[in-house]
T-cell receptor, first 113, second 108 residues
C-alpha cells in the first residue's frame, strides 16, 4: 500500500510568479485535501477535492486553485505569489470524503522571495 | 466559527512523569475532535479521535463538552513521546481546524 506522495519537496519562487504543487493520493483514496502550514502554526485548510470536484474551501483567495484527476491525484496552483505564501503545503487523502481516514503527505516547502 | 486553542507552545516533562496536553475548542454544533502527532522528520499522523474512545501508545483523551476541552493525557511519559502534537476539530464539512500545536519534550 503506497502512501501520499508530494512533489517537489522544496522550491523557491519569486513574488508574482505562479507555482504548481502535486500530490498522489494513497491507494484506494478518492478524496484529496490541501492544507497550508505557516511557520509556528497548525495546518490551515485550503480546499478539498472529491471525484474531481471541489467540495469544500477554506478562507483562501481565488488565486489558490486546484485540480483532481481521474486517478485521484491532485494539483494545487497558486498564482501571483506573495511573500506570505511561504509555507509548508500538505496534501491529505482519505476514502470517500472521510476526514477520519486522513493520510498526510510529507509536504512541499515553498519559499517566496 | 470554529477555533482550536492549545495554550502551551512547549511542554517539558521528565521521563516517567504524567503528561497532559491541553486543547480547548470553540464550536456551536456537535464536534469531532482529533489528536495528530508529528515525530521528528516524519509526517503528520493521526494519534487518536474522540469517537473511538481508544488508547494509543498509552495516550487517552476525553471530550468534555461542558468545558469544551479535549485534553491529551498519558500517565507515564517516555522519551519516544517527544514530538509535536496538534489538536484538531472536525465540524460541518470535511475539513479539520487545527490548533497551533504543542511541542512535547520528555527529559531523560
Amino acid at each position: 500500500e503506497t502512501g501520499v506522495t508530494q512533489s517537489p519537496t522544496h522550491l523557491i519562487k519569486t513574488r508574482g510568479q505562479q507555482v504548481t504543487l502535486r500530490c498522489s493520493s494513497q491507494s484506494g483514496h478518492n478524496t484529496v485535501s490541501w492544507y497550508q502550514q505557516a511557520l509556528g502554526q497548525g495546518p490551515q485548510f485550503i480546499f478539498q477535492y472529491y471525484r474531481e470536484e471541489e467540495n469544500g474551501r477554506g478562507n483562501f483567495p481565488p488565486r489558490f486553485s486546484g485540480l483532481q484527476f481521474p486517478n485521484y491525484s491532485s494539483e494545487l496552483n497558486v498564482n501571483a505569489l506573495e511573500l506570505d505564501d511561504s509555507a509548508l503545503y500538505l496534501c491529505a487523502s482519505s476514502p470517500g470524503g472521510e476526514r477520519r481516514g486522513y493520510t498526510f503527505g510529507s509536504g512541499t516547502r515553498l519559499t517566496v522571495v | 466559527a470554529q477555533r482550536v486553542t492549545q495554550p502551551e507552545k512547549l511542554l517539558s516533562v521528565f521521563k516517567g512523569a504524567p503528561v497532559e496536553l491541553k486543547c480547548n475548542y470553540s464550536y456551536s454544533g456537535s464536534p469531532e475532535l482529533f489528536w495528530y502527532v508529528q515525530y521528528s522528520r516524519q509526517r503528520l499522523q493521526l494519534l487518536l479521535r474522540h469517537i473511538s474512545r481508544e488508547s494509543i501508545k498509552g495516550f487517552t483523551a476525553d471530550l468534555n463538552k461542558g468545558e469544551t476541552s479535549f485534553h491529551l493525557k498519558k500517565p507515564f511519559a517516555q522519551e519516544e513521546d517527544s514530538a509535536m502534537y496538534y489538536c484538531a476539530l472536525g465540524a460541518g464539512s470535511y475539513q479539520l481546524t487545527f490548533g497551533k500545536g504543542t511541542k512535547l519534550s520528555v527529559i531523560p
